[in-house]
């Protein structure tokens, strides 16, 4: 019980970190997961809708609801699929970049705020710890 109940507290600590940093940039927090997800891919920014639902493991209908919304925004833009005439790619505007970019650094602050009470060594340890431990839940 220490040991999840210290998680569990940690874990409300870090929600709160991450509304924080995404609200100064005007950001929910589904959004900054699609908007990284592209930002993660490399140039030119842009992944399918299908790429998108495994990055950000939801389901079809709710993948097109949030790019619609992040679409209307000018966070992101459809274009159409080169490979593929009935497909789409979904991309990263400039203004979605510097969106996710400015949430990002604001998220990293805060994160190092987190943990500015361990030292390097302590951090890393925790973190094998952490991967040790969630594991079999990501392999499921």
Not at 55 to 82: F, Q
Not at 122 to 139: G, K
């Amino acid at each position: 019980m220490g040991v999840l109940s210290r998680v569990s507290r940690l874990a409300r600590h870090l929600d709160r970190a991450r509304s924080q940093a995404f609200g100064a940039h005007e950001l929910e927090s589904w959004e900054f997961d699609v908007l990284s997800a592209l930002r993660r891919s490399g140039e030119p920014y842009q992944l399918s809708p299908g790429q998108l639902i495994r990055e950000t493991m939801v389901t079809s209908g709710t993948m097109t609801n949030r790019v619609d919304r992040l679409a209307a925004r000018g966070l992101v833009e459809r274009l159409p699929d080169p490979r593929d005439r009935r497909g789409v790619q979904v991309r990263l505007t400039a203004a979605g970049r510097r969106t996710v970019d400015g949430a990002l650094e604001a998220l990293l602050q805060r994160e190092h705020l987190l943990l500015s009470q361990l030292s390097g060594p302590e951090s890393d340890r925790l973190a094998d710890l952490l991967r040790t431990l969630v594991t079999p839940f990501d392999s499921a």
